[in-house]
């Protein structure tokens, strides 16, 4: 998040809506926005309402600043009403106030779980909004269910000043990114980076070091980030997840992912490190 304004979280909604506050809804996975000559807004009215769209859920998420903050869903038909649109979460990061963005980013996973967490996943009954944490409680058998996070390692490689970038089958055409996987139950983060490079791609690393994360709302992952140092081995792609890796040296990069990620932090970690300046797109 940028500096000045800080979101906190919240459960408790205020009691009455007396003043403007955020409205992030979703058509789906989707953003409901103004549309702007360039940018994008997010509306912020004291209530969601006003705007006239039929809303399936609603759930208070925090305040951002001051500005209380909610996360809507509306229904699949909804049409969007003059001058707004909704808007794939990734096709708006450029567009949107960051802060705004990384709110809706909790939003749509908030608005997904709603939609997926109806009952009990032990007894079948309707689940209920815990009053003390944003969780689901079973009246009947008393499970809670939490908002799905799936944690999941991302990792730069060095060897000399190369660095390991793979290309998975998923990609746009020409995209390579660091390594990435999801961490298994039991596992440490440190494990997941070993294995995952190991399957991947076939070599051992060491030196791993935490770099950073970042929420990853595609659709509910928190990437880990670390750099790593090669230790050993030849790369090999048994894994049918990765179509090509290699070596690459800060003068013949391939297509890399956007400004987004921290797949992009960690690249031009790399890049700043040996000197060179980052790529402006
Ligand atoms: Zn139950």
Redesign the pocket.
């Known amino acids: 998040m940028s500096e000045g304004r800080k979101f906190i979280s919240g459960i408790i909604p205020p009691k009455e809506k007396l003043e403007p506050a955020w409205w992030f809804a979703f058509q789906g996975n989707k953003l409901l926005v103004y549309l702007e000559s360039s940018s994008v807004s997010i509306p912020n009215l004291v209530d969601f309402a006003e705007l006239g769209l039929e809303v399936l859920r609603e759930h208070y998420l925090g305040r951002l600043d001051n500005c209380y903050c909610y996360a809507i869903e509306v229904a699949e038909e909804t049409i969007p009403p003059e001058g707004m649109s909704f808007e794939g979460l990734r096709q708006v990061y450029d567009r949107l106030d960051e802060d705004l963005f990384w709110v809706a980013a909790r939003a749509v996973q908030i608005v997904d779980w709603e939609r997926t967490h109806k009952f ?1 996943s ?4 309707p689940l209920r909004n815990s009053v003390t944490e944003r969780a689901k409680e ?1 009246p ?4 809670l269910h939490f908002p799905r996070l799936s944690p999941a390692i991302i990792v730069l490689v060095e060897r000399d000043r190369k660095l390991l970038l793979a290309r998975s089958r998923h990609f746009q055409p020409g995209m390579y990114s660091v390594l990435a996987g999801f961490v298994e139950p039991g596992e440490s983060l440190e494990e997941a980076v070993v294995r995952e490079v190991k399957e991947e791609v076939g070599i051992s690393v060491k030196d791993i070091r935490y770099f950073g994360s970042q929420p990853w709302p595609f659709p509910h992952s928190l990437m880990i980030g670390f750099t790593a140092t090669y230790n050993g081995g030849e790369i090999s792609l048994d894994n049918t997840e990765i179509e090509d890796a290699g070596w690459f040296t800060v003068d013949n990069l391939p297509h890399i992912p956007g400004k987004i990620s921290i797949a992009r932090k960690l690249i031009d970690w790399f890049l700043t490190k040996q000197e060179k300046p980052p790529r402006n797109i």
Do not use: T
Request: glycine share 10%; hydrophobic share 20%.
């Open positions: 009990c032990r007894c079948r009954a079973c009947e058998c008393g499970l």
